[in-house]
């Protein structure tokens, strides 16, 4: 590690997420599948409720005792008051619903609207096109902002694996309908062959024979109507797309990155920190969920040889004393871990500012209700006024 | 099945939840294979290269490469598998030269949802049914880092899903062989990977359930960092109730170890921390069992300050123990 990388982490530490509660329009909290997303998507939605703001968590996938403490028994695609926390509201995201939204808004008329929904390929589509789900929180996350009617949005993104595919998703999406290429190759089913044919050469007509003997002939056709449907909406899902980006990279907006210590979380943590600075997104800061508690500065230091024999002395002993070398090798097998796990959180920041840096360490057991969002969101921000 | 019927499975598909250290297990199982004698491949799909890394090795790629005595590695990913596919059914080298590059992988990845899968474990049964010159199975034991569970049960439903789409043509039909043997007990078995966490056991038996009512074998459950007993019970009791941080401090001392309270009492926090984690722990593993006929698997919490090579040797060493 060089001083600068250093230094940078040691101011990192020293902020924690109180100015994101206290002022962020947006905040986006994102990172790899299973690292506490949710829980701290909601220990801030709390946080800035608690600060006097008009809050609203949309969820994608909560555990569903943190879905009953925020009042979420079922799938509901409204907004609902969270009893006990004034200022509040939480809402899951319906993916299905929201996506047919979208047609309705882009449609040109209801008739194409519902050509286009009662399309199989459409239907597929909703559920299995990576990307989809992200693409849909983000149009819930515009709408939700759109509305003006909450200070402060607080999003989860969903549990994808590459957690990039949140910013990819408007692109991805909208290559995807645009489909130069697919169009390119179901054209015979949509205009004359022969003109594609002699504007691209020989290999893709090869290529389509290729293509149709592997998914059959019914896909192409489905996929032809289906694109077709969507001829002129092109545009306007280009621009909510882009809307949706500004409103992402404006001042106003706060990303949050969630990690475990482990590793592989941590690298994904690292590919998204890079990611956010490339595209000059706003960083709030990075949180560290289920770090093992870092030992007393007194015993971190003491020798490990002293500490054993001490340990072998009071194992002879009654059962305060096992009690008291049981309680010096945790402390050992902790600190062990402890080090293991700065050592791969200062390596997953190497060469970047993390801007605040907060550790919440692991709890007895999981967080799953209000007063546990409160704890959790004490090491997050601090106490709020 | 038991842990001991492990060994006898050509295919393991390892899944679980994110950051349930489900690579971790499949990298232990494969090792613990090798051991046995039998030629091992571990898969990685989606290649993120943990494997690499954790062995400290080139990067692996779509080439099955022996790192160890008898152990294989192999990363999958969808755009090579695609350009093998249509190698083997068309012998068109031309075609694949053609469609590898972004577009056509974006086709065969996006556009019919499955065929990215069908591709995936189009390779895994490659690799089952591959056979050397005196005719027995190339690999004994194949084990894939796989993904999330609830992708396994899309593509089991495939048939349902695919053929929606994918009415005719060699997808169709090689869906289905794959399929088959997903189904087979003989040949394949899934090992959910779970923690003792609420979360992580929520949806192993959500999973579980899943993949048999779809039909395929489910293996005991490999529960993760366990956490060791480390307080009989006079202990763990003394610890609760009795143990004030002054006397504590006072024993310490007594043993050489001079602290001040305040060391004393983090000491105190975290055995008391520890045995809420157990607390915990015990409650799920009831949780588990109560729910479950398939069997665990426990994996014990590895402490140490490095975890690699030799860290997963240790999990290793429980499998074989299990075998033995």
């Known amino acids: 590690m060089t001083s600068r990388d250093a230094a940078i982490l040691r101011k990192a530490r020293a902020r924690d997420l109180r100015d994101v509660v206290g002022q962020a329009h947006i905040i986006v909290c994102t990172g790899a599948g299973g690292v506490g997303k949710t829980t701290s998507a909601a220990a801030l939605a709390l946080g800035a409720a608690a600060a006097g703001r008009k809050t609203i968590v949309l969820t994608i996938d909560p555990a569903r005792r943190l879905a009953q403490s925020l009042g979420l028994k079922t799938l509901e695609h409204t907004p609902r008051p969270v009893r006990g926390a004034e200022g509040l509201e939480a809402m899951m995201l319906d993916m299905k619903y929201t996506f047919d939204e979208v047609i309705d808004r882009h449609a040109p008329d209801p008739s194409r609207a519902q050509r ?73 089913g949509l205009r004359a062959g022969r003109t594609i044919g002699r504007a691209v050469g020989f290999g893709t007509g090869l290529f389509m024979r290729a293509a149709s003997r592997i998914t059959g002939a019914g896909v192409l056709e489905d996929l032809g109507d289906f694109f077709q449907s969507f001829e002129g909406m092109y545009e306007g899902f280009k621009q909510r797309a882009q809307a949706v980006y500004r409103l992402l990279s404006s001042p106003g907006s706060s ?131 | 099945m038991d842990t001991a019927d492990l060994l006898d499975i050509r295919v393991a598909l390892v899944t679980g939840k994110g950051g349930v250290g489900k690579s971790t297990v499949a990298a232990a199982l494969a090792i613990a294979a090798a051991r046995t004698g039998r030629r091992t491949c571990l898969v990685e799909v989606e290649g993120r290269q943990t494997f690499s890394r954790l062995f400290g090795t080139q990067p692996w790629d779509f080439s099955e490469r022996e790192f160890r005595p008898g152990l294989y590695g192999l990363s999958l990913d969808p755009e090579a598998s ?53 005719g027995r199975f190339h690999y004994d034991s194949i084990v894939v880092d796989a993904p999330p569970t609830g992708r396994i049960v899309n593509f089991l439903r495939a048939p349902e899903a695919t053929t929606e789409l994918v009415s005719v043509g060699p997808v169709r039909h090689q869906a289905q062989s794959l399929v088959d043997m997903l189904l087979d007990p003989a040949r394949t078995c899934a090992l959910l990977v779970t923690l003792l966490e609420e979360m992580p056991v929520t949806e192993t038996l959500e999973s579980t359930e899943a993949l048999r009512r779809l039909g395929m074998q489910v293996g005991p459950v490999v529960v993760n960092r366990v956490l060791p007993r480390r307080f009989a019970d006079d202990e ?89």
């Open chain 2, 236 to 324: 763990r009791k003394a610890l609760t109730d009795d143990l004030e941080v002054e006397h504590l401090a006072r024993v310490l001392d007594g043993a050489g170890l001079e602290v001040d309270t305040d060391a004393a009492q983090l000491l105190l926090d975290r055995g008391r921390e520890e045995l809420a984690r157990i607390d915990l722990q015990d409650s799920m593993r009831e949780r588990l069992t109560e729910h479950l006929d398939s069997g665990l698997f426990e994996l014990p919490e590895i402490y140490a300050d490095d975890f690699a090579a030799d860290e997963v040797g240790l999990l290793a060493d429980r499998f074989e123990e299990a075998w033995q």
């Open chain 2, 82 to 134: 695609l350009a093998e596919y249509l190698e083997m059914f068309y012998g068109a080298k031309r075609i694949s030269k053609l469609v590898v590059g972004n577009a056509a992988v974006e086709f065969a990845t996006t556009a019919a949802p499955g065929i990215k899968d069908v591709l995936l474990i189009g390779k895994v049964r490659e690799m089952e049914r591959r056979r050397d010159d005196d």
């Open chain 1, 255 to 385: 990303f949050v990155v969630v990690t475990t210590p482990e590793a592989p979380a941590l690298r994904e943590a690292r590919y998204f920190l890079r990611r956010l600075e490339q595209d000059g997104m706003p960083l709030g800061g990075v949180v560290v969920n289920r770090a093992t508690p870092r030992p007393a500065a007194e015993l971190a230091h003491a020798d490990a040889e002293a500490l054993e024999a001490a340990a072998r002395q009071l194992a002879a002993d009654g059962t305060e004393a096992r009690v008291a070398a049981k309680l010096l090798h945790l402390h050992r097998d902790l600190a062990d871990t402890a080090r293991r796990e700065q050592r791969a959180v200062t390596a997953a920041l190497h060469g970047v500012d993390p801007v605040a840096l907060v550790e919440v360490p692991r709890f007895g057991g999981d967080v799953h209700d209000l007063s546990g969002l409160e704890l959790v969101g004490r090491h997050l921000h601090g106490p709020v006024a």
């Open chain 1, 116 to 188: 286009i929904k009662s399309n199989r390929f459409y239907q597929q589509l909703s559920n299995s096109l990576a990307g989809t789900q992200e693409y849909m929180a983000m149009e819930k996350l515009y709408d939700l902002h759109h509305a003006g009617t909450y200070d402060c949005i607080v999003i989860d993104t969903p549990p994808t694996r590459n957690a990039l595919d949140f910013l990819d998703a408007p692109r991805r999406l909208t290559d995807f309908l645009e489909g130069r290429f697919l169009k390119l190759f179901l054209a015979p």
